[in-house]
């Protein structure tokens, strides 16, 4: 997709490093940086310069080639797996693009280990494109269902940022919105600010500015007025997990807005890459809620009047503050999952049918 114009994805490798957009710093500064090494992977997952499921992954699946370039021994490349598996607990496409690595590398002396590594993460990263493609194909028939009937801007409402700043490119959510967008059917985004992070203010909004979609603001708690209103004919929401039962696992907030569409009778969408789904997990009781460090609340990062980005203490220096990154709305108030064989019911059924 395009930051100023130009064609980029959000990761790449160049010259034995690892290349990502540094996500804290959007949208105030447009900033590449460099990985080198495995903790470098690691810590750019953990402070959330890569964040989204799909692109977690794919940091993951590049830390492990980084990691034989360190050094190519199998004690380390073990070690550095477990250490990138628990960098951030909730999103399965971490686990899942490790397991998928060290299943081609593990015990593998070979002097072409850097070659299958890297070739490896380099096809995770275009299977990730190709899937989110077919999530905007598939999910555009929704968006086109919508606007041939009301003949006037399509609303959608979607939270926290599941764009292709997401993934390497398209995204979820935004995927069908960037292609009916493309096609010239009008939308328009309600782009949920999505505490305490902004993701949606921050990343969301900015990628669709970039795209020249239509988007609108709002804090996170005025979705359920405008769907009362009549204001969201949709919702498309992306999932750091869906266990094979149909219920989603998002960025925390998800579930509130699910519950308001229910109540408005508003249609509620789930895009997802099959990578996203724990086929072993069977109560969502058992996923594990990332706990974030309180000062994501009690503190606010923006510009200040000389453009240097700082933060500021928002909340009294006493108060206590708890800081869940995820919630999981049950599969009862999904209208249905949009992934890259085609759309199904949040349901075991659903899923078994599109994923033999």
């Known amino acids: 997709m395009k930051i100023e114009g130009k064609e980029y994805h959000t990761i790449w490798f160049e010259n034995y490093t690892v290349k990502i957009i540094d996500q804290t710093k959007l949208p105030h500064k447009f900033l590449i940086k460099d990985l080198k090494t495995v903790k470098d992977s690691i810590n750019a997952i953990k402070t959330m310069e890569v964040r989204g499921a799909p692109l977690i992954g794919a940091t993951a699946a590049y830390g492990m080639v980084l990691a034989i370039i360190e050094n190519n021994d199998q004690s380390f490349l073990k070690t550095s797996a477990r250490e990138l598996i628990n960098s951030r607990p909730t999103a399965i496409n971490l686990k899942w693009a490790v397991d998928r690595m060290m299943n081609k590398l593990s015990g593998l002396n070979s002097d072409k280990i ?39 801007t399509v609303n959608i409402l979607t939270h926290c940022n599941a764009g292709w700043l997401a993934t390497i490119d398209w995204g979820t959510a935004t995927s069908p919105i960037y292609h009916a967008h493309k096609k ?22 900015y990628e669709l500015n970039e795209e020249g979609i239509k988007n609108t603001i709002i804090a ?21 997990r869906t266990l ?9 907030g998800t579930y509130l807005k699910a519950l308001a569409a229910h109540d408005n009778n508003i249609p509620f969408y789930v895009a997802l890459p099959s990578s996203t789904i724990d086929w072993n997990t069977k109560n969502y009781k058992d996923i594990p809620i990332e706990k974030r460090n309180s000062e994501e609340l009690s503190q606010i990062e923006g510009l200040d009047e000389n453009g240097n980005i700082k933060k500021v203490q928002i909340y009294p220096k006493k108060s206590k503050a708890m800081n ?8 009862k108030y999904v209208t249905g999952l949009i992934t890259e064989k085609g759309i199904c019911e949040a349901s075991e059924k659903g899923l078994k049918n599109l994923f033999k």
């Not at 070659?115 to 993460?121: F, G, Q, T, V």
């Not at 309600?190 to 992070?197: G, I, K, L, S, V």
Request: charged residues 25%; glycine residues 10%.
């Open 324 to 331: 869940l990154a995820f919630d999981v709305t049950p599969a």
């Open 114 to 152: 850097l070659e299958i590594a890297l070739n490896e993460a380099q096809l995770i990263c275009k299977e990730d494109i190709s899937f989110c493609e077919s999530i905007g194909i598939n999910g555009l028939k929704v968006i086109e269902e919508i606007y041939n009937k009301k003949k006037d």
């Open 220 to 240: 996170d708690n005025t979705g359920g007025i405008l769907m009362q209103r009549g204001d969201v004919d949709m919702c498309i929401v992306g999932t750091d």
């Open 184 to 205: 010239g059917i009008p939308v328009h985004v309600w782009a949920d600010e999505t505490r305490p992070r902004n993701q949606g203010a921050n990343l969301t909004s």
């Open 244 to 252: 094979a039962n149909g219920d989603v696992c998002n960025k925390v």
